[in-house]
C-alpha cells in the first residue's frame, strides 16, 4: 500500500519535472537551457536584475539602458529596439517647462504690449483725414487678397488648435470638462493636420506674388529709426509698397512658415522625413559640433520642439499684426478688404509707392490708381 502511494507520488514528481524541464527548453530554445545574455537581461543567466530584494547594484547594466542600448525586433516598429529612451525625459522637461512657460509669457507680453499702446497712442488715425473727394486706390488685388486670407485664416485656426495641443489640459480641460475637451482636441488635432496643406500653399503663393516688394531698401532703415511713425503724430518716414515693419512680417511669415510646415511635414510623416541630421550637418560647417547620428526618436523629438519655438514667436507678432491691421490703424482692414484704400491713408503710409501708381495711370491713362467713389 504504502509502497505504491510512493511509487504513484515519485511518477508525479517525474512528470511534473518532465513538463517543468520541457517547457523551458522551449522557452529558452535549448536543451541545455542556455539563456542568451539579452534574454537574461543579466550578465548571469536567470538571475533577476537587481535580484528580489534589489540588494544587487547593477549600475553598468542600468547605465548602458540609459544610454540608449539598441537590440533588435522583428516588429514594424524598430524604435521599440530601444529599450529606454532617456532622451525623452528631456524632451519632455523642456517641453513642459521652459518652452510652454516662457511661450505663454511671451505671449502674454505680446498682448499686454498691444493694450498699452493702444492706451499711449490710440487708434492710429489718417492725420489729414479721409481724401475730402472719396477717392481711393487700389492696393491688393483679387488673387493678392484671396492669398492674404487662405494664410491668415488657416494660420489663425492652426495657431489656436496648436495653442489647445501645448495649453488645452492646463486651461480649457478644467473649464469645460474631459468629455468636450475631448472632442473639441479630436477635432482640433484633425484640422491641425489638414489645415497645414492650405497654409503651405498660401505662403508659397503669397512668396511669389510680394517677394519682389519685399527685398531690403535704402528706405527701410530710416523707416525703422523712426519707428514707423507709429509713436508720432504727423511723422510719416518714406515708404515704397511695404515698409520694413511689413517686411519683417512678410519673411517671419515665409521663413517662419515655411520652417514650420517642414517640420510640421516631418511630425507628420516620421518614417519619410527627418532633417535635423542634414541641418546639423550643415550647421557643423559653421564650426558646431552638433550630433548627426540620430535616431527617429530623437528626429521627432527635435521636430516637436522647434515647431512650437516657431509657433510661438510668430503667434506673438502676428497678434500684432492682426492689431495694427484692424483696430489699431484707421484704414488699413480695406487693404485686404475690398481692396481699395483711402487715397491720404496710401499717401500717409505708403508714399512712394503712391507716386509710382499716379505715375503709371498718368502714363497709360488708364483707371488703374486712384478712382474716384463709386455713386
Ligand atoms: C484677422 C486677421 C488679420 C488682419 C485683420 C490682417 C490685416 C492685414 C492688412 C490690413 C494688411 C495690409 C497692410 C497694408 O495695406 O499695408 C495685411 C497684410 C499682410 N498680412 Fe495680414 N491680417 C490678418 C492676419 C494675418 C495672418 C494670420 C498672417 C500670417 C500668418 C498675415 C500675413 C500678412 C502679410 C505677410 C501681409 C503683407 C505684409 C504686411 O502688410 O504686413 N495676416 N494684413
Known amino acids: 500500500m504504502t509502497v505504491s502511494i510512493l511509487r504513484k507520488l515519485a511518477g508525479a514528481l517525474a512528470l511534473a519535472l518532465m513538463v517543468t524541464y520541457g517547457g523551458a527548453a522551449t522557452f529558452t530554445g535549448s536543451p541545455m537551457l542556455e539563456v542568451s ?23 553598468e547594466m542600468w547605465r548602458a539602458v540609459r544610454g540608449g542600448i539598441e537590440g533588435t525586433v522583428s516588429i514594424p516598429d524598430q524604435q521599440a529596439a530601444v529599450l529606454v529612451q532617456s532622451d525623452g525625459e528631456f524632451w519632455r522637461a ?59 485664416s488657416s494660420f489663425i485656426v492652426l495657431a489656436l488648435t496648436g495653442l489647445n495641443i501645448l495649453y488645452g489640459r492646463y486651461v480649457i480641460l478644467p473649464i469645460i470638462g474631459p468629455e468636450a ?10 484640422s491641425h493636420n489638414y489645415l497645414g496643406f492650405p497654409f503651405m500653399l498660401g505662403i508659397v503663393m503669397m512668396f511669389l506674388l510680394w517677394v519682389r516688394n519685399n527685398i531690403p531698401g ?44 517642414a517640420s510640421g511635414l516631418a511630425l507628420m510623416f516620421p518614417d519619410q522625413i527627418q532633417p535635423w541630421a542634414g541641418t546639423f550637418a550643415f550647421i557643423n560647417y559653421f564650426g558646431a559640433n552638433l550630433p548627426t547620428d540620430l535616431s527617429m526618436l530623437q528626429e521627432t523629438q527635435l ?51 503712391v507716386e509710382e501708381e499716379l505715375a503709371k495711370e498718368g502714363a497709360s491713362g488708364s483707371q488703374g490708381g486712384a478712382r474716384q467713389p463709386a455713386e
Open 37 to 59: 545574455q539579452a534574454e537574461a537581461q543579466s550578465g548571469v543567466a536567470g538571475e533577476i536584475p537587481g535580484s528580489p530584494r534589489g540588494a544587487l547594484s547593477q549600475a
Open 218 to 261: 535704402k528706405h527701410d532703415l530710416v523707416w525703422l529709426a523712426q519707428g514707423g511713425g507709429l509713436f508720432s503724430k504727423n511723422l510719416h518716414p518714406p515708404s515704397p509698397r511695404f515698409n520694413a515693419g511689413q517686411k519683417l512680417i512678410f519673411w517671419l511669415v515665409v521663413l517662419g512658415g515655411g520652417s514650420l510646415s
Open 303 to 353: 521636430s516637436v520642439i522647434w515647431h512650437s519655438f516657431v509657433a510661438l514667436v510668430m503667434i506673438g507678432i502676428v497678434i500684432g499684426h492682426i492689431y495694427i491691421g484692424s483696430l489699431g490703424m484707421e484704414g488699413a482692414i480695406d487693404a485686404v478688404g475690398s481692396g481699395h484704400v483711402d487715397l491720404n491713408w496710401a499717401k500717409e503710409h505708403h508714399n512712394l509707392w
Open 94 to 152: 523642456v517641453k513642459n517647462g521652459p518652452l510652454s512657460q516662457f511661450g505663454g509669457i511671451f505671449l502674454l507680453i505680446s498682448v499686454v504690449a498691444i493694450v498699452a499702446f493702444y492706451l499711449l497712442r490710440g487708434r492710429i488715425r489718417i492725420d489729414h483725414g479721409p481724401d475730402p473727394q472719396g477717392r481711393t486706390i487700389l492696393r491688393f488685388n483679387a488673387l493678392e487678397r484671396a492669398v492674404h486670407w487662405l494664410v491668415a
Open 181 to 190: 475637451f475631448g472632442t473639441l482636441s479630436y477635432y482640433g488635432k484633425l
